[in-house]
């Protein structure tokens, strides 16, 4: 018998009872953690927006279809955000640090390296500005230099993506890093709640997923077109072979207006889809009106047909209706304050 009155046998029992309870928490946390390293990269994979008649396809997601970013298996990236991208109140939650004396851009570097090595729950873009201290300098937000000397400094991370709007722990953990970055260099610091920018993500997030329309025009030949005729006729109209050789892709003025749907290049192509995301591309290019045109000089030159979804000839009624829905489109992009084919509206729906 044991101190506890159970026999040798019934002790026995006990143990082997627990180590199987343990054995199953174990293989739980593993699953667990398993599941939120699936759920993280399924976040950045490829979902299938586009479509296929002349009609509107949302990219952004319906909030309740959406996975919730994990936390704590990423590392907050380091600062690299192209040359035309700077801070936006519009889409940033942004937090300025005003310094009593000029701080040197090389002291201040130093200390966001050391934030950005650091274990971070952040999987959103996140930007910095400083306001140059020298007087003869002109008075404006740039990208911190070594050698310059600033006043003051913006630090800011983007409230909403094609992902989502930011999620309350990234914000948060953002929020805290800048208080110990304004408590590090001794400065005061003006900084919005968190509850106010987590709103404001909700916001813009709204306004994102009505906006973002990715808009497509169906050519159907009649015989299918052989890989190398196909191929000369789009580089004839001035389309160029994207990357993966699937794709073309046709630009303006060194900007890409818009795309194909992928075909196999080797074989005879029966269909092409024409592809135009609204957001991403300035009023002023009359995108669809180009990308409609192209469909028909395509269809003429390969004896081929505007189609819709079902293979039914698009009607003139149709097109119109889609004019009238981009002029609302664009209207509402403008009120929003992020003007399609602008680098907020890049960087909004990226």
């Excluded at 194909?260 to 024409?274: F, G, H, R, Y």
């Amino acid at each position: 018998m044991t101190m506890l009155g159970l026999s040798d046998l019934q002790f026995a029992l006990a143990v082997i009872g627990l180590l199987i309870l343990i054995s199953v928490a174990v293989l739980n946390l593993k699953y667990a953690r398993a599941r939120r390293k699936a759920k993280a990269a399924g976040e950045y994979s490829a979902d299938n927006r586009f479509i296929k008649e002349p009609s509107f396809g949302q990219g952004f997601a319906e909030a309740e279809e959406r996975a919730e970013p994990s936390f704590g298996e990423i590392n907050l990236p380091v600062i690299s955000v192209p040359e035309s991208f700077s801070i936006d109140p519009r889409i940033d939650c942004v937090i300025t640090l005003r310094f009593d004396e000029g701080i040197s851009g090389a002291e201040i570097l130093e200390e966001m390296k050391l934030w950005a090595d650091g274990p971070s729950s952040s999987t959103a873009r996140w930007m910095c500005e400083g306001l140059n201290a020298d007087v003869d300098a002109a008075e404006d937000w740039e990208a911190l230099r070594p050698e310059a000397s600033y006043s003051e400094l913006q630090l800011a991370i983007q409230l909403a993506s094609r992902r989502g709007p930011i999620g309350v722990l990234e914000l948060s953990d953002f929020c805290s890093r800048a208080q110990a970055l304004a408590e590090t260099l001794g400065s005061q610091i003006d900084m919005p709640s968190v509850s106010t920018m987590l709103e404001s993500a909700k916001e813009l997030d709204s306004m994102a997923a009505e906006s973002d329309i990715q808009l497509s025009i169906n050519v159907l030949f009649d015989e299918a077109c052989p890989g190398a005729n196909f191929d000369a006729l789009m580089r004839k109209r001035g389309f160029r072979l994207s990357r993966n050789g699937r794709a073309y892709e046709f630009f303006s003025n060194g900007a890409l207006i818009f795309t194909s749907a992928e075909i196999d290049p080797n074989a005879p192509v029966q269909q092409v889809t024409l592809l135009l995301e609204v957001p991403l591309v300035s009023h002023e290019e009359r995108a669809f009106e180009r990308m409609l045109g192209e469909g028909i000089e395509i269809a003429q030159a390969a004896h081929g047909r505007l189609v819709d979804d079902n293979g039914i000839n698009l009607t003139e009624a149709a097109v119109i209706s889609i004019r009238q829905h981009l002029d609302v489109l664009y209207a509402n992009l403008e009120k929003g304050g992020v003007s399609a084919g602008s680098s907020t509206a890049s960087r909004l729906f990226s």
